[in-house]
């Protein structure tokens, strides 16, 4: 059984920053591409972050030069660390794992930026 279990949200103030950390189970994890997703009330779920295998990453343009994502291989972890958060980050942010033909989510982890 697949899962995509999340960690690390919670309520920060602006400028502040956390980690958010997913552990996957249940897949065979260096072949697949790792990401993060946000959704924020009344807004269409978007991509965050994602990080290939071999550690490429990919960052949604409002988040370049803040969010940084990394992942342990060994240990089936993805992390993302967000520095200088805004009130606009605040969301439900979700763990994808894109094998190309199958894909999987997190149940997800509410990020609260606010003072």
């Known amino acids: 059984q697949v899962q995509l279990v999340e960690s690390g949200g919670g309520l920060v103030q602006p400028g502040g920053s956390l980690r958010l950390s997913c552990a996957a189970s249940?897949?065979?994890?260096?072949?697949?591409?790792m990401g993060w997703y946000r959704q924020a009330p009344g807004k269409q779920r978007e991509l965050v972050a994602d990080?290939?295998?071999?550690?490429?990453?990919n960052y949604a343009d409002s988040v370049k030069g803040r969010f940084i994502i990394s992942r342990d291989n060994a240990k089936k972890m993805v992390y993302l660390q967000m520095n200088s958060l805004k009130p606009e980050d605040t969301a439900v942010y979700y763990c994808?794992?894109?094998?190309?033909?199958?894909?999987?989510w997190g149940k997800g982890t509410l990020v609260t930026v606010s003072s």
């Open positions: 990080i290939s295998s071999g550690g490429r990453t």
């Open positions: 249940g897949i065979i994890f260096t072949f697949y591409t």
């Open positions: 994808y794992a894109n094998g190309g033909i199958l894909d999987y």
